[in-house]
């Protein structure tokens, strides 16, 4: 399994976003619009995954949406921006959510979801959740299938101009979550997705680490910092209340 992308909640319009981590020497852009959710994104994508930052376009719609995602986005957002959840990629988002409901493991069902890019192409894809109460507890990740293969998305993306070169020089690490009882989760994610464990604090996916770190104040457990490698420099700053480690 493969980290897809990290959505962190946005006041900023995706204009400003992607204008922000330009003058940071990153090729971030606008993505598009989500029209049935009320939402908008910018993106900045790596070699094998992606950051998404998720804004309110229509909060009418985003209220009216009745999804997951959203739900947890309105959360969110009542208190601050922020990192939101994580996604994984699948290629038999079918067979996950079969293997899940065998597991007791109650899911949304396979649903189906599509982005207005600005070009005015449509990008389509499947989603499925673990249904859980949304709350400040640490979100479980969701999963996502796209209607094309990687080789042939990541080309049409470099056609149309999401990535350039400096985009594939980048790596998303790890995501480094703070949660109240770092053993209690790992154990759950490994039950759920059959992760495996490279030691007692960090979970392994395909092309990045899940690191489990006690939250030491607050009582939102949420992912706390993104590693991204590749830059050559060192920084690390908040950006819309999230923490970014480039190294």
Sequence with gaps: MYLDHIVHHVTKT??????????????????GQHTNWGTYNALLY???????????????????????????????LKTAPGFGTICIRTTSIDELYKQLEAKGIETSGVLHAERKTTSGLVRKWKMLFVKEEISDALPTPFFIEWEENDQD??????????????????????????????????????????????????????????????????TKERLATVHIEGLGDKETFIYEQAMYHFH
């Design 153 to 218: 998305r990541y080309q049409a993306l470099q056609n149309d101009g999401t990535i350039n070169q400096s985009n594939l020089q980048l790596g998303i690490s790890a995501c480094e979550f703070h949660v109240r009882d770092p053993k209690e989760i790992m154990n759950k994610w490994k039950r759920y997705f059959d992760l495996v464990e490279e030691d007692e604090h960090i979970l392994l996916l395909s092309n990045t680490k899940l690191v489990f770190k006690q939250l030491e104040s607050g």
């Design 14 to 31: 995706p204009s400003q976003v992607a204008t922000d981590w330009k003058e940071k020497g990153l090729h971030a852009v606008i993505g």
């Design 46 to 76: 790596t070699k094998t995954s992606y950051i998404e930052w998720l804004a309110l376009e229509h909060k009418e719609i985003a209220e009216s949406a009745n999804h997951p995602l959203i739900d947890l986005m309105l959360h969110d």
